[in-house]
C-alpha cells in the first residue's frame, strides 16, 4: 500500500483524490516519516509534467515518506498559509515542520534529494 494523500482534490494526480480538512493536515505533516506536499492546480501546464514524478516517488517511498498533493485552489487556506505564489510548490516536512520547499517544475532526483535529506 502506497503512504500517499491527497490534501483536496486534484485532476492532475488522481480523478478520485480525496478532501482531508485542515485537521487532517496537521495530523499529516506531523508524521514521523518525511512528508511531500505538491501544491498544484489543474490549469498548470508545469504541474501536469510534475504529477507523474510525484505518483513514481509515492511508489518508490512506500513505507518511508508520504507523499501528498493539494490543489490551490482547492485548498486556498493552506495555500495561503503556506504563502504558495507559485505553482507548482513542494513543501518538505518532518515531525510537523516545514523543512524545505521547491518552486517550479523540478526533477525527480531534486525532490527525492530532498526527502532523503529527511529521511
Do not use: H
Amino acid at each position: 500500500m502506497v503512504e500517499r494523500t491527497y490534501l483536496c482534490k486534484n485532476e492532475n494526480i488522481n480523478k478520485m483524490a480525496n478532501i482531508v480538512t485542515e485537521q487532517n493536515f496537521e495530523n499529516i505533516v506531523s508524521s514521523n516519516l518525511p512528508v511531500m506536499i505538491d501544491f498544484s492546480a489543474t490549469w498548470c501546464g508545469p504541474c501536469k509534467a510534475l504529477a507523474p514524478r510525484v505518483e513514481e516517488i509515492a511508489k518508490e517511498y512506500e513505507g518511508r515518506a508520504v507523499v501528498a498533493t493539494a490543489d490551490v485552489d482547492e485548498c486556498q487556506e493552506l495555500a495561503a498559509r503556506f504563502q504558495i505564489r507559485s505553482v507548482p510548490t513542494v513543501l518538505f516536512f518532518k515531525g510537523g515542520e516545514l523543512k524545505d520547499k521547491s518552486v517550479g517544475l523540478v526533477s525527480k532526483d531534486t525532490l527525492t534529494q530532498k526527502i532523503d535529506q529527511l529521511a
